[in-house]
């Protein structure tokens, strides 16, 4: 069964900087897309970025574009969300998912398997 376990959340200043990590247990991750999603307070999940199988492509939000950067290791099953120049509005919790099926977007309905979440806080 394929588990996807975030960390590296936590509270950081306006104009900081943090890097959350995906772990996914499993064999298959090399195959799978992966986005990232943040839930603001009081607010739907959205859509952060995503990147390819290979690493190779990437897509962002208007919102994060410039400012956040997705990565994969696939020898370690591992995916990064690096973020930079920080803003109170990315307060939210942060999602890791994964598309098993091939699909490639940002919208949350291609990706069938999530994370439990981490939490950042963005304070002014």
């Known amino acids: 069964q394929v588990q996807l376990v975030e960390s590296g959340g936590g509270l950081v200043q306006a104009g900081g900087s943090l890097r959350l990590s995906c772990a996914v247990s499993?064999?298959?991750?090399?195959?799978?897309?992966m986005g990232w999603f943040r839930q603001p307070p009081g607010k739907e999940r959205e859509s952060v970025g995503a990147?390819?199988?290979?690493?190779?492509?990437?897509s962002y939000a208007d919102s994060v574009k410039g400012r956040f950067t997705i990565s994969r290791d696939n020898a370690k099953n591992t995916v990064y969300l690096q973020m930079n120049s920080l803003k109170p509005e990315d307060t939210a919790v942060y999602y890791c998912?994964?598309?098993?099926?091939?699909?490639?977007?940002?919208?949350?309905?291609?990706?069938?398997?999530w994370g439990q979440g981490t939490q950042v806080t963005v304070s002014s």
């Open positions: 998912a994964a598309s098993t099926r091939g699909a490639w977007g940002l919208a949350k309905n291609l990706y069938e398997l």
């Open positions: 499993g064999r298959t991750f090399r195959v799978f897309n």
């Open positions: 990147i390819s199988r290979s690493g190779g492509t990437t």
